[in-house]
């Protein structure tokens, strides 16, 4: 009966770090994926500053 119960208990507890393990890596997942998506941001932002400067330098 002990060796039942600690099997289940290895069970159990491989169960829950796999669930955890999912938890951390969509966790990463989506924090790199937001990090990529403000670099993209970022990117677009600094060429919409450097046409609009170079626009100015035009005019001026």
């Known amino acids: ?13 491989i169960s829950y770090k796999s669930i955890f393990g999912a938890y951390v890596m969509r966790a990463q997942y989506e924090l790199a994926s937001w990090n990529q998506e403000q670099k993209s941001e970022e990117k677009e932002n600094q060429q919409m500053i450097q046409e609009t400067v170079e626009d100015y330098i035009e005019q001026a």
Do not use: D, F, P, R
Request: hydrophobic share 45%.
């Open 1 to 13: 009966m002990g060796e039942i119960a600690s099997q289940l208990l290895a069970e159990k507890q």
